[in-house]
C-alpha cells in the first residue's frame, strides 16, 4: 500500500493527515471549516484515495491558517505516498461538469510544483470559508506534494457549483495519475529515471 502519514505542528495550527493511494475512497475530515470539510471529503470519493485530516487551527482569526496549512500537509503526505513515483501514470486530466459549471483539470506529478489558476468566484464566502482559499489549497497542496497543476472553470455562475467542480475534477486527475500503469510499473515514467 502506498500510504503517507504527516503530523504538523506550528503555534497556528496541529494537524494530522494519512493518505492511502490505493484505497476506495473511505474518508474521516474534521478541519472546523464545513465547506472545506465537504470539499476535501469529494476529493477523496472521487479519487478513491482514502484520506484522513485532523485540523485544529486559529479559527478565532479565521480559515486561512486551517486552509492554507491542511492543504501542505496533505501534499506532504501524497508526496510521502508516492515515494519514487515508479511505475505511476504522472499524468492526468479531466473535465468536471456540476450542473451549469463546468471545470477542466490538468496535472502532472512532475516534482516541479506550479499552479495556474482560471476561475473566479463572485461570493466572498461559502458557509464560513473565503472563496479566495479554493486557490490557495491548491497553491499548497500543489507545492508540498510537487505537482504541476492548471485549475480553469470554463464557465459556471453557482460558487458552490464551482468550487465542487473544481474539487471533483482534482480528484478525477489525481486518480488518473496516481493510478500504476501495468505496462510499466517498474519505471519512473521520465526520460531522466527521475521525478
Request: aromatic letters at 6%; charged letters at 20%.
Amino acid at each position: 500500500m502506498r500510504t503517507g502519514t504527516i503530523t504538523r505542528s506550528t503555534s497556528e495550527t496541529s494537524i494530522e493527515v494519512t493518505v492511502n493511494l490505493d484505497g476506495t475512497g473511505v474518508y474521516h475530515v474534521q478541519t472546523g471549516v464545513g465547506f472545506f470539510d465537504h470539499m476535501l471529503e469529494q476529493l477523496s470519493r472521487h479519487s478513491l484515495i482514502d484520506l484522513t485530516v485532523r485540523t485544529k487551527g486559529d479559527l478565532h482569526i479565521d480559515a486561512h491558517h486551517t486552509v492554507e496549512d491542511t492543504g501542505i500537509a496533505i501534499g506532504q503526505a501524497f508526496a510521502q505516498a508516492l515515494g519514487d513515483k515508479r511505475g505511476i501514470r504522472r499524468y492526468g486530466e479531466a473535465l468536471s461538469p456540476m450542473d451549469e459549471t463546468l471545470t477542466r483539470v490538468a496535472l502532472d506529478i512532475s516534482g516541479r510544483p506550479w499552479l495556474v489558476w482560471k476561475s473566479r468566484f463572485t461570493q466572498a464566502q461559502l458557509g464560513t470559508m473565503d472563496t479566495e482559499m479554493f486557490e490557495h489549497f491548491c497553491h499548497s497542496f500543489a507545492q508540498a506534494a510537487g505537482i504541476t497543476l492548471h485549475v480553469e472553470t470554463l464557465y459556471g455562475t453557482n460558487n458552490h457549483h464551482i468550487a465542487e467542480s473544481i474539487f471533483k475534477g482534482l480528484a478525477r486527475a489525481l486518480r488518473t495519475a496516481t493510478e500504476i500503469d501495468p505496462r510499466k510499473a517498474d519505471a519512473v515514467p521520465s526520460t531522466k529515471g527521475v521525478l
